[in-house]
């Protein structure tokens, strides 16, 4: 079947402009999690959903960070007032919740120029 | 704190060679689930292996095999008769399950498998 998908898989913009990152998680995965990926590093949480809602965003680096789930299926990942510090590949998993493994798509990698 | 720790940034072998990948983590938990993704060059984290904290049993699959040690705090992985294709970057991830099993990746190991 389908795997995670995310779109756009590179996006360019510049500085102070506003981006969103979408992710399609599997079919039938209730859970799903966004994560930050920079050079050289292992990802690092930034929110995770369960249905609808945002059970824990505490991994947003600040206020300009912003994403949703509002069917409980497709994610949109927003970001406002984006900086040069935002570059990185922004990776969406899903899974069937609980404490199941967790499957990757591909990533956004995002430039701010 | 919850933390994994990869000290091998790189790692090069010539094919057919044996390798061992190092993982030692940190955890307040005594329920907790590790795991190993790799990620080829095409970027996507591809699942390895899932291991409760509470099975210590060793797991080989094919030339994969996995030494959970929960004395030491580690989850080594060992690739046994490497190839080109084994080529990537490993990571090791400690899945927090009192906080929806959000994951503590560490900074992983580049491997060069060369022909």
């Known amino acids: 079947g389908a795997g995670v998908s995310q779109t756009p898989s590179n996006k360019v913009t510049e500085k102070g402009k506003y981006v969103e990152l979408r992710c399609d998680p599997i079919?039938?995965?209730?859970?799903l999690y966004w994560y930050r990926q920079s050079l050289g590093q292992g990802p690092e949480f930034l929110i995770y959903?369960?249905?609808?809602?945002?059970?824990?965003d505490s991994g947003l680096p600040n206020d300009r960070f912003f994403a949703v789930r509002p069917e409980g299926s497709v994610s949109t990942l927003k970001i406002q007032r984006t900086e040069r510090g935002d570059s990185a590949v922004y990776l969406c998993?899903?899974?069937?919740?609980?404490?199941?493994?967790?499957?990757f798509g591909p990533g956004t990698r995002l430039t701010v120029t | 704190a919850q933390k994994v720790t990869q000290a091998q940034t790189e790692i090069s072998v010539v094919e057919k060679e044996d390798v061992t990948l190092d993982c030692v983590y940190e955890?307040?938990?005594?329920?907790?689930?590790l795991f190993w993704y790799k990620q080829p060059p095409s970027g996507e984290l591809v699942f390895l292996i899932r291991?409760?904290?509470?099975?210590?049993q060793n797991e080989i699959s094919g030339r994969y095999s996995w030494n959970f040690q929960k004395s030491t705090s580690s989850f080594n992985f060992t690739i046994t008769a490497s190839q080109v294709v084994d080529s990537a970057v490993y990571f090791c991830?400690?899945?927090?399950?009192?906080?929806?099993?959000?994951?503590?990746f560490g900074s992983g190991t580049k491997l060069n498998v060369k022909p």
């Open positions: 991830a400690l899945g927090d399950i009192y906080n929806f099993n959000k994951f503590y």
């Open positions: 079919s039938g995965h209730t859970a």
């Open positions: 291991r409760n904290s509470f099975d210590e």
């Open positions: 955890t307040r938990d005594t329920t907790y689930y």
């Open positions: 959903f369960q249905g609808t809602g945002a059970a824990d």
């Open positions: 998993a899903s899974s069937l919740g609980g404490n199941s493994e967790q499957y």
